[in-house]
């Protein structure tokens, strides 16, 4: 997995290239929460090359959103893969996140 950082005028997108699984999610964890504590309030994940998730990856999602939620920012996720997003619906995510299908729609709402 690797991950790339970018910061927008609306936002800090974080996208996701590879697997999201237990060998990596450690990486992701300490670069969501090193944003947060940071006090950057305002995350998008990118997930456009994100070719698969475990349980693991789902977690830290779920804790990044909950911790950025108690400072009332914003968290959302974009580019979800069909097979990513099959994962979410299955996992009752979808109604947990807030997904969009690209990051310039995601961008917008910033």
């Known amino acids: 997995m690797e991950l790339l950082e970018q910061k927008t005028d609306q936002c800090v997108v974080v996208s996701i290239?590879?697997?999201l699984d237990t060998t990596n999610y450690a990486i992701l964890e300490k670069?969501?929460?090193d944003l947060i504590e940071g006090h950057q309030e305002k995350i998008l994940v990118e997930c456009s090359n994100m070719?698969?998730?475990s349980?693991?990856?789902l977690r830290i999602l779920l804790?990044?959103?909950?911790?950025i939620s108690s400072?009332?920012?914003?968290?959302?996720l974009c580019?979800?893969?069909?097979?990513?997003?099959e994962i979410f619906e299955i996992s009752g995510f979808t109604s947990i996140f807030e997904i969009h299908p690209t990051k310039d729609e995601a961008l917008k709402v910033f």
């Not at 400072?71 to 959302?76: C, D, E, N, Q, R």
């Open 31 to 33: 670069k969501l929460m």
């Open 79 to 85: 580019g979800l893969q069909e097979n990513i997003n």
């Open 17 to 19: 290239n590879g697997r």
């Open 71 to 76: 400072v009332k920012g914003k968290f959302a």
């Open 63 to 67: 804790m990044a959103l909950k911790k």
């Open 51 to 53: 070719d698969y998730i």
């Open 55 to 57: 349980s693991s990856g």
